[in-house]
């Protein structure tokens, strides 16, 4: 299903839909999950926890995200992550530079650019505002973060541009206290903010989003020497090396062997994703892990992947896998004079960097774009999800209000209702709520009728094929926690 | 123990710690969870979902941090949410005006008086900077709301000073999709910041901070109409109806009965509050439901309470539990024209708000200062918190290094590290690792040594009594699952 069928799901079954919605100066770019997208969004990283942080023994940190000015200082934000805007005199409008000269004169002037070229390709080609046909100020550098000011004196700190930043300021302490051994994965799930020009697509392109992002600090001349290599080598991940070229599947074994991945490290936890993916319920058959040319990738990235997956907007980046080398804890140690040094074994040695930096916000939207199925034959929509990632666990359903129906299904919804995201739903005929309870991707229902007052037993409805069987109320919660459980 | 031993154990076990604290501009009031942190945090909020949440059938949101103007100028933040404030002229030294008056002249100029009354007593008691004798500026109002500017014409924004507001805001949109019956509760767990002037002691006062708010949508005329208050009104409350009076003992029932508290419904929500704590290990013997007078309590408040818990450092504010009426609706629906009506049967009522305003920081703060414990006789430091809450679920140690016990204890390892919070360790004498485990609170730690090997067992021991007894390698999982259990 498209893009707007999933954001009418998302709105009216309480996935998500825009912040301050009820004012007209609701700015753009921001997005609430509701009771639905909550648990749905929870069990997503309940998920990456057990498949990522868990599996490999890494070490998770939940860092503020206003954080002080050295640090992007150290970063390079400050100085770098910016995009060159232009504005109309006329009507103010605002436009990316490099944006509006490609759709205006079909001519690529790098995002990079110095910003004399920007002006001159304006010129040049007498480009003007698309509304009305104004002049354009002259190009400018526009940062992309949020500033704040702290205290009384404002003082500037910046809300964070990627979660990834305290990974690196607090290694030094983590490291140490928690006893670490290289290579180590880091990592963080929370709130980055970008001040983003043209917010777009919901959960796609947003200011204010989730990250799930990880560091893993390793020797890089051990890039090669990696036990836990073998728990991966056979699965199979799809490597396209240029832009031009097909992409190719191979196990990571071969990707290693092939050179198509520059060592195994990396190729482990390119790995150890498609397997977590694979878990979500997305169809990985349909990613693919496109290999950056020099243009594209982050100015810190020596090797750079960005791991794809084709829905029904087309090819969206997930995850940004980007070997940062020594980048980051570098800059950190000139700026703030720490020690970023560690002992691996006899070895002294001051870590590289490997990051898997996850948008949890659009991983979301891609589960319910492969998920999603309109089921003609049976009127309804269906959102197939994996049992143990979906928002609602199992609903409760008493066929009748009367007769001690509603009692009996009360009582069943008690025993239920802490463990599980049950759902007790009483209003409207049994095959509107089954269709409900479809809409939001509950794989069970259990449905309390006469039979269940005489002989102790409900019915059990599946979700995707809708089987129906009889089972004692005794077995309820077994059933239910095996049919939940991981694979 | 006291304050800095807590403080110690969080440096050093990885629970929490200064942000970017390699920097000299690290601003004050912000704390980053580490590993050990993080999993008790998570497991915090857990429990709030399983005995608040879904306990009594809430609607949980997560929200934008930032928000529109719009939404402030409703709240009255814009105009009310301010600290007077004074400067010395000399050293630029920031002060709270009411506290210094206070401090220096023992006179009382409530926090919202007009600015002169401050600058009037400043005169007649010829205050000056405590620091260098420097004249004071005049008094100002400082807004404790950080601002954050939106896109390129840096249109105003804030960051959400509590996270209640986007349950007020988001309500017409939620009530109705998830088909709502009044009363229910909406909830939300996320950050909030305010610009304090003075942050101090780690995790009680941050300038970004952790909340868990619920919000109890309700008929004003049905308070006392509540089928549930049956499930607590035998829990025992502490309540204290006055800054001069005793705090005393009684059931939920009492407490209505008598007048103490005003209603069922907010009863209902106190007595389910306190079965929560219980749950979470603090001893609610010392807690106590303190009324607030007219002076202390929020302007939109008509009924309000702090739940507060004896600490090591005196009496804490966890839980301010406020009967908002219809406040926050009522402003909301007048400046954004939303209509916030519903049905309630038959009846179209304005809800009224009960808040239910949880501080996560300060409450994971309380549960460590009522369980960690000086073992002397043991030599040892614990942390007896619930099992359920534990950071690190399960030890598993192998007793040498060497004859394949290090491979026996990584096969174990690997059966649980998924699913629990296991911690392998093998630097160190045994006894050393079991006392770092219970530092962290660990309930268990597995033991593989040269008995395993030939039998399959392995030793389970057990933190608080430190028994030790021998299992099956089969019978582990189970084992721990149990243990581990909910009450």
Not at 176 to 199: C, D, H, T, W
Request: aromatic share 12%; charged share 30%.
């Amino acid at each position: 299903m498209n893009y707007e069928e999933i954001m009418k799901l998302a709105l009216e079954r309480g996935f998500y839909f825009q912040s301050c919605e009820i004012y007209p100066d609701a700015p753009a770019g921001f997005w609430e999950y509701g009771p639905t997208g909550v648990s749905f969004k929870n069990k997503f990283v309940e998920l990456w926890r057990r498949e990522m942080i868990r599996r490999d023994g890494m070490l998770e940190l939940d860092g503020s995200q206003i954080m002080s000015k050295s640090v992007f200082e150290a970063s390079g934000h400050l100085s770098s992550f910016a995009d060159p805007i232009t504005k109309c005199k006329k009507c103010n409008s605002v436009y990316r530079a490099d944006k509006l000269i490609s759709e205006a004169a079909n001519v690529i002037v790098p995002e990079s650019a110095p910003l004399e070229d920007f002006d001159r390709a304006i010129e040049e080609h007498s480009i003007v505002c698309p509304k009305d046909k104004g002049q354009l100020e002259k190009v400018k550098k526009f940062n992309m973060m949020f500033r704040v000011g702290i205290g009384p004196l404002d003082e500037p700190a910046y809300l964070r541009p990627e979660t990834c930043q305290s990974l690196f300021v607090d290694f030094p302490r983590v490291f140490k206290v928690m006893r670490g051994k290289l290579p180590v994965g880091f990592a963080q799930y929370g709130k980055s903010f970008r001040n983003e020009i043209s917010p777009r697509q919901s959960l796609i392109r947003m200011r204010e989003f989730y990250q799930a992002e990880i560091e893993v600090f390793c020797n890089p001349s051990k890039l090669n020497e990696l036990e836990r290599f073998k728990e991966i080598e056979q699965t199979r991940i799809n490597v396209m090396l240029g832009d031009d070229e097909q992409p190719k599947w191979m196990t990571c074994k071969e990707a290693v062997e092939s050179g198509a991945i520059p060592n195994k490290l990396v190729a482990y936890y390119l790995g150890l994703l498609v397997e977590f993916y694979e878990k979500t319920g997305i169809d990985v058959k349909r990613h693919r892990f496109r290999k950056l040319g020099a243009k594209e990738k982050a100015f810190y990235a020596s090797v750079a992947f960005d791991f794809e997956v084709e829905t029904s907007l087309g090819w969206l980046e997930l995850v940004a896998c980007n070997y940062r080398s020594d980048y980051d804890l570098t800059s950190h140690a000139k700026l703030s004079k720490a020690n970023f040094e560690v002992m691996d074994g006899e070895e002294k040695v001051l870590p590289h960097v490997f990051e898997l930096s996850m948008g949890v916000d659009r991983s979301l939207y891609t589960i319910l774009d492969h998920s999603l199925r309109d089921d003609k034959p049976n009127e309804r929509v269906v959102l197939s999800v994996k049992p143990y990632l979906a928002p609602v666990q199992v609903g409760v359903l008493p066929l009748m209000k009367k007769d001690g129906l509603y009692e009996k299904a009360d009582e069943i919804f008690a025993t239920l209702k802490r463990r599980y995201d049950a759902f007790f739903d009483v209003s409207g005929a049994i095959g509107r709520r089954y269709r409900r309870l479809d809409e939001v991707g509950a794989p069970f229902a259990i449905t309390i009728d006469y039979q269940t007052l005489q002989d102790g037993t409900v019915t059990l409805r599946e979700r995707d094929e809708m089987k129906q069987e009889r089972i004692k109320i005794s077995d309820i919660e077994s059933r239910i926690s095996k049919l939940l459980a991981y694979p």
